[in-house]
C-alpha cells in the first residue's frame, strides 16, 4: 500500500484524516509531538513521535517509511494565542512546515496537501468568500498559514512540488463510529463548548454578542462536518497522484449557522437545556463568514452530505460522551 505521511495525525482533524486513508487503502504515518494530539487517537497506522523543527527526526521518518505525499495538519491554531504571541506562531507553523517541505523535497516527496483555513482571508463580512477573495490575515496564526501557501507556491516553482491547498472553515462534528473524536484541553469549540454546558462541565455558554444584525443577533459561521472534510483532503492526494496540477479549494457549505441556531438544535439533539449567560461582543469577530465552495464541488467531485447542523451535533453529542483521551 502507498504511505501517506500525516503530520498532526494525533489530533483532531489528522487522526479522522488517518482513519479515511487507511479505508482507502493507503498506510498513513502519523507525525506528531503530542503537545496537542493524542497517543490514543493514533489507531490506523504507524506513529513517529516528532517536532516539525525537528529536521533530522523527520528525515529519519521520511527514509524509514517512504511515503508518496504528505499531509499537513500540525499547527498551533488559536487565534487569541497567535495575537498575544505571534512570534510562537511563526516559529512553530511558518518554520516547522519549511522544515518539513523541505524534508519531503529531499526525499522525493512531491505531492503535499496542506490544511489552511479560512483565517487568510481576514475580516471580509457577509460575503461568500472564494478562492479569488483577496487574503489579507488580521492575526499571526492567518498570516502564517498564508506564509506556508506562499512557501509552497515557490517550492512549486523551484522544486516541482505539487500540492493542494484546503482553506477551510469550522469544522465540527466526530468520527460516526465513535474511534476519534474531537477533544481539546482547553476547549475553543462552539458545539463542545455548548455540549460541555449541557453536561455541567461549564457553569454555562457565553454568547458574544447579540445584536448582530442577523436574523436572531447572533454570528453567522459556516460549519462542514470532519468526515467531509476529509473526504476532500483524500480527492485531493488523489487529484496530485493522478497528476492534475496544484490547486486551492474553500471547505465549507456556503449556507451557514447561527451561535443560537447551534445552541437550538444542540437542545433539541440532546433534549437537554442549555445554561446560556449573554455577553459583549468579542474584538474582531464578523457578523458572517461563508465559504463559496463550487470548485470542490465542480473540480474535486466534493459532496458535503454529513455537513448538516443535526448530523454535526448528533455525532459530537455521541463522541462527547463516550470518548475521550488521556495523557
Known amino acids: ?33 503530542l503537545s496537542t494530539g493524542w497517543a490514543q487517537a493514533v489507531k490506523f497506522g504507524p506513529f513517529e513521535q516528532g517536532d516539525l523543527l525537528d529536521r533530522a527526526r523527520l528525515d529519519e521518518v521520511f527514509a524509514k517509511h517512504k511515503p508518496v505525499a504528505v499531509m499537513h495538519f500540525a499547527a498551533f491554531s488559536q487565534v487569541g494565542e497567535s495575537m498575544s504571541d505571534p512570534g510562537l506562531y511563526w516559529r512553530n507553523n511558518v518554520l516547522g512546515s519549511l522544515n518539513l517541505i523541505e524534508a519531503a523535497v529531499a526525499a522525493d516527496c512531491k505531492n503535499f496537501v496542506f490544511s489552511s483555513t479560512c483565517a487568510t482571508y481576514g475580516e471580509q463580512d457577509g460575503v461568500a468568500l472564494t478562492e479569488s477573495s483577496d487574503q489579507m490575515p ?92 476529509i473526504d476532500a483532503h483524500v480527492l485531493g492526494l488523489n487529484w496530485l497522484l493522478d497528476g492534475k496540477g496544484n490547486a486551492a479549494f474553500n471547505l465549507g457549505t456556503g449556507a451557514g449557522f447561527s451561535v443560537r441556531e ?39 467531485g466534493w459532496d458535503p452530505k454529513r455537513s448538516t447542523m443535526e448530523a454535526m451535533v448528533t455525532d459530537a453529542w455521541r463522541w462527547h460522551q463516550n470518548g475521550h483521551y488521556d495523557r
Open 1 to 33: 500500500m502507498k504511505t501517506v505521511l500525516v503530520s498532526g495525525g494525533a489530533g483532531y482533524i489528522g487522526s479522522h484524516a488517518c482513519k479515511v486513508l487507511a479505508q482507502a487503502g493507503f498506510t498513513p504515518v502519523t507525525y506528531d509531538n
Open 138 to 229: 488580521i492575526n499571526a496564526y492567518g498570516a502564517s498559514k498564508r506564509a506556508i501557501e506562499d512557501i509552497l507556491q515557490n517550492f512549486g516553482e523551484s522544486h516541482g512540488l505539487h500540492h493542494v491547498i484546503f482553506r477551510y472553515f469550522n469544522v465540527a462534528g466526530a468520527d460516526p463510529d465513535g474511534e476519534v473524536g474531537e477533544y481539546h484541553q482547553p476547549e475553543t469549540h462552539l458545539i463542545p463548548l455548548v455540549l460541555d454546558a449541557i453536561e455541567g462541565k461549564r457553569d454555562s455558554l457565553t454568547l458574544h454578542g447579540t445584536d448582530y444584525d442577523t436574523p436572531d443577533g447572533t454570528c453567522i459561521r459556516d460549519y462542514v462536518h470532519v468526515m467531509d472534510l
Open 262 to 300: 447551534v445552541v437550538d438544535s444542540s437542545r433539541t439533539i440532546t433534549n437537554k437545556e442549555v445554561p446560556i449567560v449573554e455577553g459583549p461582543r468579542r474584538p474582531g469577530d464578523a457578523t458572517k463568514l461563508v465559504s463559496g465552495s463550487a470548485a470542490a464541488r465542480d473540480q474535486l
